[in-house]
């Protein structure tokens, strides 16, 4: 039963390094946020311009040949990097507690 539960284990620990995983205290200290409580897959860039202001920097999306916003989030002094990602028809393909460019990497590895 122990070597079970170690290969399970040292599975899941490999298979990590090859997701997206995001830390859940991000979402739990910043899920009040407009960006994180109310942006949803398929909204305009307008509509997140509403509830988010201005991003902190706009990139262009290599992957998907849309473009990718990010923001700083901060929550009584804490900060975190957010992206929202719009597909090539300006709406919201994705959303998470990363910056841009380390979301384009996943995107890219995958």
């Not at 979402?27 to 202001?53: A, C, I, W």
């Amino acid at each position: 039963m122990y070597k079970h539960s170690l290969a399970v284990m040292a599975v899941a620990a490999v298979m990590s390094g090859c997701s997206t995983f995001e830390n859940p205290t991000d979402y739990v200290t910043f899920r009040n946020e407009p960006l994180v409580k109310q942006v949803d897959h398929g909204m305009t860039r307008d509509q997140v311009s509403t509830l988010g202001g201005p991003p902190s920097s706009e990139v262009p999306n290599s992957v998907t040949g849309g473009s990718c916003n990010n923001y700083v989030l901060n929550v009584d002094g804490v900060e975190q990097p957010y992206y929202v990602d719009f597909d090539v028809n300006g709406r919201v393909d994705s959303k998470g507690f990363m910056s841009c460019e380390q979301h384009q990497g996943n995107q890219r590895r995958l």
